[in-house]
């Protein structure tokens, strides 16, 4: 009820603010401006005679961020509503509030992706659970689900968003080309087959598609393995291109002379990795690269004593429950933050009550104040933990900070 009763009123707020508007300055939000995390429920008819008098809504994505005259930022998420070719006039333009359920982030292509996501890569246990879990979670309206070959859940993925009933334009899919087996590299000669499967298995284009790390192409290959990726954007036959557990030099080899840079890069992100990620970030932020960050609630749940975060989010978190009369835990605060840095959160859980809760943060407006965001990135910044230390830790140099 809270979250509703927050949402709605920042979505009246928000359209009071604005007023009436005329048109984009350019569709698909090409050319917008930095990436944000404000984007507002709001879709945009034109009554231009030269537009269509139905608004046809074109693209796959769930929706669109535009840049719109006197602001710079992206501040809406709209479907494109002309039919493809015709660019809205000065025409006059209605916005309508439309709950479609979704934040989202701006990406580098033009495109944006919903910031929060539900992974079934972990807290899934085999098909069966996957494909009800994948359910559930469309069901309490998260619209961005995060698989990969890997989770063996792509067929289950698609599978769940038929049996959720949503259409598939509304659910934004992340999956990964990934290895076999532990220390297996994927041939080159196999990398477009192998992603053809993916999209076998899943039964249409993922929005994003990933290098799940980067040890899965044999040393020196990367770069060639990125041109696959490459190539098939380029045919239609894979849509935004992106990465997973990049290191600064992963990304630089495939940057060097890229065709299409990667919109994304998925890694274990939270408060307690800042300091070692900043190389990665830097570039990012050059390059306008998208952060996807898993592991998310680690400082919570993995570290062995929740460390010097533990009592800040535990403030906060009883501070916003007090002000709200609902039960804000420490965890939604951890998510907020995350949200906070513009990155996109793939988080996951198999708990009914929990997956429920998640459908609602991943409508929440930002109850964190940023005085409540400083204070929780420069004390994770204090300490250095990961919990998939697999990734990441290989030939790229730990921060001097301890671990508790
Ligand atoms: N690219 C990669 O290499 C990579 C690596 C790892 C993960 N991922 C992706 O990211 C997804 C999420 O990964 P993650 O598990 O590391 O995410 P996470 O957000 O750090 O943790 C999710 C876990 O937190 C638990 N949880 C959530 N809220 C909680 C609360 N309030 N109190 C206690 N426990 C709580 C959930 O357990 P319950 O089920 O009990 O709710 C769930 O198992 C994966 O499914 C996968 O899609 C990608």
Redesign the pocket.
């Known amino acids: 009820m809270f979250f509703k009763t927050v949402f709605m009123a920042t979505l009246l707020a928000v359209a009071i603010a604005q007023g009436p508007r005329t048109c984009y300055k350019g569709l698909n939000g090409v050319g917008a401006g930095p990436i944000n995390d404000c984007c507002q429920f709001i879709n945009t008819f034109c009554n231009d005679a030269s537009l269509t008098q139905t608004p046809v809504r074109i693209g796959d994505a769930t929706s669109r961020c535009f840049n719109l005259p006197g602001g710079d930022r992206c501040d809406f998420i709209a479907y494109n509503t002309y039919n493809q070719g015709v660019s809205p006039s000065n025409a006059n333009c209605k916005t309508v509030l439309e709950d479609i359920g979704s934040k989202c982030i701006l990406l580098l292509d033009g495109t944006s992706m919903p910031w929060f996501a539900w992974?079934?890569?972990?807290?899934v246990n085999g098909s069966d659970d996957a494909l009800q879990k994948t359910t559930l979670a469309i069901q309490n309206g998260i619209n961005h689900i995060?698989?990969?070959q890997l989770?063996k859940a792509e067929r289950e993925t698609g599978e769940a968003i038929k049996r959720a009933g949503v259409p598939k334009d509304q659910v934004y899919v992340t999956s990964?080309l990934s290895w076999d087996a532990d220390d297996q590299t994927v041939p080159l000669n196999e990398v477009r087959s192998r992603i053809e499967g993916s999209l076998e298995r899943l039964g249409f284009i993922p929005d994003l598609y990933l290098i799940?790390?980067p040890f899965i192409a044999a040393p020196g290959d990367l770069k060639k393995m990125w041109q696959v990726f490459e190539d098939l954007k380029d045919e239609g036959k894979l849509k935004s291109i992106g990465v997973?557990?990049f290191r600064p030099q992963d990304l630089e080899a495939i940057l060097d002379g890229a065709k299409h840079k990667p919109v994304a890069n998925?890694l274990?992100f939270h408060p307690y990795v800042i300091a070692h990620l900043e190389p990665v970030l830097e570039l990012q932020k050059k390059h306008r690269i998208v952060t996807q960050s898993?592991?998310?609630?680690?400082p919570?749940?993995r570290h062995p004593t929740g460390g010097p975060l533990k009592p800040v989010l535990t403030n906060i978190a009883t501070r916003l429950s007090k002000e709200s009369g609902e039960l804000i835990?420490?965890?939604i605060v951890l998510l907020l933050w995350a949200r906070s840095q513009g990155v996109v959160v793939?988080?996951?859980?198999?708990?009914p009550q929990?997956l429920k809760r998640y459908g609602e943060v991943a409508r929440l407006p930002q109850l964190l104040t940023p005085a409540d965001i400083e204070l929780i990135t420069t004390t994770g910044r204090t300490i250095h933990f990961r919990?998939?230390s697999e990734?990441m830790e290989k030939e790229f140099p730990l921060p001097n900070l301890p671990s508790q």
Do not use: F
Request: no cysteine.
């Open positions: 992974g079934n890569g972990t807290g995060d698989t990969a989770y990964k799940h790390n997973s557990n998925q274990e898993y592991g998310t609630l680690t919570l749940l835990d420490e965890a793939v988080s996951t859980s198999g708990n929990r919990n998939y990734h």
